[in-house]
């Protein structure tokens, strides 16, 4: 009596002969040789437009789709794979004595294994200029249609989305004379749910910002998703989290771009706080146009300069604060060359992240084994998502950046052409500090430095202090920067007693008048901003 067998479970060792393949792919990477492999065992390789002509051409024996389902490929190609003769030959359960009899009735023939990888969507989305149409033609319907069939079915059917897994599998075809085992038609089932899953979300996040379906496709970044879809696949697993008690992975979304894609040019294996801190570095040093050179510890800022020359911009900032940067994190915003690496050597650091490293920088950080080296392709991110408890909170990036024309004045005294180029220093660095946040920063040999920073304190005025007492370099002539406006006097009042000259803060408060008297009292030069920079995680 044959078992009718309704669910899809098996054990391990339930091996699957392939006798027949169903090969449909955009990215043909790997593709032949593939083939290849499956064509020693006897498989009958059947394929569909560019896939079978790339078949043929690598003189391998393969049948078209439609002397399969005995139907032509139509309407450009939409239509090739939607067919009975396609889906049944997936869908059919093997020992399932109803399906075998349907299939054979309706001279169905059994696809043991279905290698599929879907039309780049997401690639032609993100082309500049591309045209609406050409969006939705890059819709891929027949691919997800038998990764999904072949992934339900896959006790007895393997799914192959991936170029990657093509060697393993060669390997096990060949350890079990042209089969494969349940575990691995299960991982494979698995990694082919989680591919049609984000190509999905990919087409629904893509369709939900386009403005005008017609003409060039305009995708609109103005307003907030009406639904978050965050597919990320498993990039790494990391050896913790912020602590050695918790577990921790990195998860990237494969544009290349960004911290999380950033390719790894030497030492040990980046951490949970590693990748943190130089989110957080390559963030502030990407403000400056100028040579930039920022020393990040535990997210904040612990020295911030811009300069002529790399080195010159690194030692400056080294130089404000050169017992914090001991172990901290480094972001260089051009190419770190020779001279620059010759010097940042001396200290230690736990990491570097530039656009590109010269080989004779390469050279000289080699000695140093240990020292991660981290290549970075900029990201233009436009939201910021943050997990809580129960959900996500989701805000548009901030991008803003203010010119000196944008500055109100509120003091009698006007700043000097440095102190406003100083001011709008500060501002920049500020924004990037944790809040309450008070930076003071100078204008010295025609570039930016900071000079003391007053990172996430409880009390404005308390950052104030703080950041006075970290100073390093000399306060006397410095600016001071407030990420939100001074509620009272007192914090202003501070900054001035320790040495600055000039404050720049957003402005608002409902003590502004008092605020703006002891500016005045004080002869320190004041600019409003408009804007408040908090950063509160």
Request: glycine letters at 0%.
């Given at each position: 009596m044959i078992e009718h067998r309704t669910d899809s479970s098996a054990p391990a060792t339930d091996l699957r002969p392939i006798r027949r393949a169903l090969l449909s792919v955009t990215d043909k990477t790997g593709l032949v040789e593939f083939a290849r492999v499956l064509s020693s065992y006897g498989v009958d390789l059947v394929s569909t437009g560019g896939t079978a002509r790339a078949l043929r051409e690598a003189g391998l024996p393969v049948r078209d789709i439609s002397d399969l389902t005995g139907f032509p490929e139509m309407l450009d190609g939409r239509v090739k794979t939607l067919h009975p003769k396609v889906h049944g030959g997936i869908l059919h359960i093997r020992n399932n004595a109803e399906h075998v009899a349907s299939v054979a009735e309706h001279e169905i023939e059994s696809i043991d294994m279905v290698v599929v990888n879907l039309y780049a969507f997401e690639k032609t989305s993100q082309r500049p200029g591309v045209a609406f149409a050409d969006v939705i033609e890059n819709i891929d319907i027949g691919g997800p249609s038998m990764v999904r069939s072949a992934a339900k079915n896959f006790a007895d059917v393997a799914i192959v989305t991936s170029a990657a897994d093509y060697s393993l599998l060669a390997e096990e075809l060949a350890a079990n004379s042209g089969s494969l085992s349940h575990s691995t038609r299960w991982r494979l089932a698995k990694a082919a749910f989680a591919v049609t899953a984000a190509y999905d979300a990919g087409i629904a996040t893509a369709l939900e910002s386009i403005e005008t379906p017609s003409g060039a496709a305009v995708f609109s970044q103005e307003n907030l998703p009406t639904t978050i879809r965050v597919i990320d696949p498993l990039s790494k697993t990391l050896r913790y989290g912020e602590n050695p008690h918790q577990k921790a992975a990195l998860y990237t979304d494969g544009s290349g771009k960004g911290v999380a894609n950033a390719k790894q040019l030497q030492g040990k294996e980046l951490s949970y706080n590693n990748i943190v801190d130089l989110d957080a570095?390559?963030?502030?040093?990407?403000?400056?146009?100028?040579?930039?050179?920022v020393i990040i510890k535990h997210t904040n800022p612990c020295g911030a300069s811009t300069g002529a020359t790399m080195v010159e911009a690194y030692r400056r900032a080294l130089e404000a604060d050169p017992v914090s940067a001991f172990g901290g994190v480094i972001g260089i915003n051009r190419e770190?060359?020779?001279?620059?690496?010759?010097?940042?050597?001396?200290?230690?650091?736990?990491?570097?992240?530039?656009?590109?490293?010269?080989?004779?920088?390469?050279?000289?950080?080699?000695?140093?084994?240990?020292?991660?080296?981290?290549?970075?392709?900029?990201?233009?991110?436009?939201r910021v998502l943050k997990q809580v408890s129960g959900g996500l909170l989701v805000q548009d990036a901030d991008r803003l950046r203010l010119s000196e024309a944008e500055l109100q004045v509120v003091s009698k005294r006007k700043p000097s052409a440095e102190e406003l180029r100083a001011l709008l220093f500060a501002w920049r660095v500020c924004k990037h500090v944790k809040s309450n946040a008070i930076v003071y920063a100078r204008f010295n040999e025609g570039h930016g430095q900071t000079v003391g920073v007053g990172a996430g304190q409880m009390s404005r005025v308390d950052a104030a202090r703080f950041g006075a007492m970290k100073a390093v370099l000399p306060l006397e002539g410095s600016v001071a920067a407030s990420d939100a406006f001074f509620p009272f006097a007192d914090g202003l009042e501070t900054v001035a007693r320790a040495g600055a000259t000039a404050v720049i803060q957003p402005g608002g408060s409902m003590r502004d008048a008092e605020v703006i008297e002891a500016a005045d009292r004080l002869g320190v030069a004041m600019v409003f901003t408009g804007v408040r920079h908090f950063r509160h995680g």
């Open positions: 570095c390559w963030e502030l040093v990407s403000e400056f146009d100028e040579p930039a050179a770190v060359d020779a001279p620059a690496a010759e010097e940042i050597a001396k200290l230690f650091v736990e990491a570097i992240v530039a656009p590109s490293f010269t080989p004779e920088a390469l050279e000289r950080f080699s000695t140093k084994k240990n020292l991660r080296l981290i290549e970075i392709l900029p990201a233009d991110s436009h």
